[in-house]
C-alpha cells in the first residue's frame, strides 16, 4: 500500500466551469426562449390573486358567497324535503282510501258469515280510516309537522309508541312487498 496524503484543494479544483463548456441538448435549446417572461406573467397573475384574496375585503367577499350558496343550498334542500313529503302524503292518503275501501267489501262479507252486528264494526272502521285520509288531504305538510311537534312536546312516550307501531308497519308492508315481487 502506497501511502497517499490528500492534495489540498485549487482554485481551479472550486470555479465553475466556463459558461461556453455547457451545451444544452437539442430538445431543450427549442424548449421556449421566452420563460423569464412567461414565468413572470404568471407570477403578476397569482400575485394579484394574492392581494385580492388576502385582505379583509377579499376574505369577507369570500364569506359572503360561501354564506350566500349555503343559504340557497338550504333553500333547495327544505324545497326536496317538502316536495317528497308531500308525495308520501299523496300515497299515504291513497292506501288509507285503499284500506277504507277494502274495510267496506269485508263488512259485506262479515255480514253474512258473523252477522250485521259485526259488520257495523268493519263500516264504523272504515269511516274512521276514510275520515283520517280526508283530514290528511286538507292539511299542509307544515300542518302535519306542527301537529307532530305538539303531540311529542306533550306526551313523548305517546309519540314513541307510535313511532314504533308505525315503523313495525312499514316493515311488515316492505317485507310484505318484497315477497311478492320474488315470487312474481
Request: charged share 25%; proline share 3%; no cysteine.
Amino acid at each position: 500500500m502506497a501511502d497517499e496524503t490528500p492534495k489540498p484543494m485549487t482554485d481551479q479544483d472550486v470555479s465553475p466551469a466556463a459558461a461556453d463548456a455547457f451545451a444544452p441538448a437539442d430538445p431543450l435549446k427549442s424548449a421556449g426562449d421566452d420563460f423569464a417572461s412567461s414565468s413572470n406573467g404568471a407570477n403578476a397573475t397569482v400575485n394579484e390573486a394574492d392581494k385580492a384574496t388576502s385582505g379583509e375585503e377579499g376574505s369577507a367577499g369570500a364569506r359572503q358567497t360561501i354564506s350566500e350558496n349555503v343559504t340557497k343550498l338550504k333553500g333547495e334542500a327544505a324545497d326536496r324535503v317538502l316536495g317528497l313529503a308531500d308525495q308520501g302524503k299523496a300515497r299515504a292518503s291513497g292506501a288509507l282510501d285503499q284500506l277504507s275501501q277494502m274495510l267496506n267489501d269485508a263488512a259485506a262479507q262479515v255480514d253474512d258469515k258473523l252477522g250485521a252486528q259485526y259488520g257495523q264494526y268493519a263500516r264504523n272502521a272504515a269511516e274512521s280510516v276514510q275520515g283520517f285520509s280526508s283530514s290528511l288531504n286538507e292539511r299542509s305538510v307544515d300542518d302535519l309537522l306542527d301537529d307532530a311537534r305538539a303531540l311529542v312536546r306533550k306526551s313523548p312516550a305517546v309519540a314513541i309508541g307510535a313511532a314504533a307501531a308505525a315503523g313495525f308497519v312499514v316493515a311488515r308492508l316492505l317485507s310484505a312487498g318484497l315477497d311478492q315481487r320474488d315470487k312474481g
